[in-house]
């Protein structure tokens, strides 16, 4: 039996900007992907703690050092630049190994920064 489990959490991220007028996604600073081992076109859930919104897309990488955290796209009705999300990413395991999986969980100190 294979089940899906937590595989990365970036815990506050705090968005930098929206752009409705973009095909889709989240533009995320590399160096957070880097930490949370998410990789461009990853998919990933946005959980805006703001206004309670939950969305899924798609992660596009960002300029390293940057704190970018962009809502791209219908994405960007979701959220204000200033709003705390969270962002997650999921994976598959076979059961056994899912209880001793550990993810990767990154707190982002201020303007995104590691």
Known sequence: MNISILKSKIHRAVITEANLNYVGSLTLDEDLMEAANLIEHEKVQIVNVN????????????????????????????GAAGDVVIIISYCTLPFEEAKTFKPWVVFPKDGNKL
């Open 51 to 78: 206004n309670g919104e939950r969305i899924e897309t798609y992660l596009i990488k960002g300029k390293r050092g940057s704190g970018v955290c962009c809502l791209n796209g219908p994405a960007a009705r979701r």
